[in-house]
């Protein structure tokens, strides 16, 4: 089979082309496990933070991808959920071990067991994966594949995030950053909250107009104080000052949440900005999202359904996702970048 190999880390703006073109034998699935023939696979922030070192995978070389639409192509001999033909999704949570406090919860994103697919074992970037039956998810038949493979991660995590900040209708929220999680959010909060405004801030004028055309009510720099506090701010950016930036728009007992699995050193400077009393005070909270849960996906899929949203989505092929990866790091985004693997 085809794949999209990652053999080496390096930062993209030195190296344009971190994957390269392998020909692999296709794997096969274990008695739990189906083999998955890939139809697109999505392409996430999160693979860049792979690439370039800050959440590496355990072992290279490696094949990245999580957000998996495909068809099932076996099944292992004690795999009975799906039938072969069926089309199936795999998402960022491969396993977790089931039986720790946190997965007993429900909340299996916290587990200290977590693997990640395209991370800890092999993802999308490729003809052929193999995915546990338990962590496979129905695609709803209301959408295209390239629809469907972004609803997986940045709409998944989007939609967790989202539970986080405890919005309730009326209540406005912030967003900062515009690609692929925010815009889906932004769908979430119209349907759910229709009451709710919500708020943009991005440093690029392509993002700011493709949310003012999404329904966000106002949309500008960073730095911009919103015409009104807000309840609560979601952040989808990789960097520092979006953060800082963020939090003096908070109302008090506004709450922060970060939706980023990692972030970028380059302006960690402006984490001196910080100031106690513009920032912090008044009771407002900072919270993370780390990965998502089964639940999340499922509950998110049938929301999305139910709308439904239909994600914008822009197609490469598989043999173009170094272009992919070098378009979401300078920012060049609109909607959700998906690789075309089989037709
Ligand atoms: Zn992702
Ligand atoms: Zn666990």
């Not at 769908?187 to 993002?207: A, N, Q």
């Not at 402006?270 to 089964?294: F, G, P, Q």
């Not at 197609?315 to 173009?320: C, G, K, N, R």
Request: aromatic residues 6%; glycine residues 6%; hydrophobic residues 40%.
């Amino acid at each position: 089979m085809k794949a999209m190999l990652l053999n080496k880390l390096s930062r993209l703006e030195e190296n344009h082309s971190p994957l390269e073109m392998a020909e692999l034998p296709e794997p096969l699935p274990s008695e739990h496990e189906i083999l998955v023939k890939v139809s697109t696979c999505g392409v996430c922030h999160t693979e860049l933070d792979e690439i370039e070192g800050r959440t590496p995978p355990p072992q290279l070389p490696a094949i990245l991808g999580h957000q998996v639409v495909g068809k099932v192509a076996a099944v292992g001999g004690a795999a009975s959920r799906f039938q072969v033909g069926e089309r199936i999704g795999v998402a960022w949570i491969h396993s977790a071990c089931g039986h720790c406090r946190h997965c007993l919860e429900g909340n299996e994103n916290l587990c200290a067991d977590f693997k990640a697919t395209g991370r800890d074992v092999n993802g999308g970037y490729a003809e052929y994966m193999t995915a546990a039956e338990d962590f496979c998810y129905p695609i709803p038949p209301v959408f295209l594949d390239a629809e469907a493979a972004p609803l997986l991660c940045a709409g998944a995590i989007g939609y967790r995030s989202l539970k986080l900040t405890d919005l309730k209708n009326g209540q406005s929220l912030g967003l900062t950053g515009f690609g692929a999680s925010a815009h889906l959010v932004l769908m979430i909060v119209k349907f759910r909250f229709p009451d709710s405004r919500v708020y943009v801030f991005s440093r690029s004028e392509g993002e700011r107009a493709f949310a003012r055309e999404q329904g966000a009510v106002w949309a500008d720099d960073t730095e911009e104080e919103a015409p009104e506090k807000l309840s609560a701010i979601i952040d989808t950016t990789p960097v520092w000052k979006p953060v800082v930036e963020a939090l003096k728009n908070l109302e008090p007992g506004g709450r922060l949440v970060v939706n980023a699995i990692r972030k970028e050193e380059v302006d960690k400077d402006y984490l001196y900005h910080l100031d106690y009393t513009t920032h912090l005070w008044m009771e407002k909270e900072i919270k993370s999202v780390a990965n998502v849960a089964r639940s999340d996906v499922r509950e998110f899929l049938e929301l999305a359904a139910e709308i439904p949203i239909r994600p914008e989505f822009q197609e490469f092929d598989l043999t173009d996702a170094n272009q992919a990866l070098v378009e979401l790091k300078s920012r060049k985004i609109r909607g959700a970048k998906v690789l075309r693997v089989a037709r």
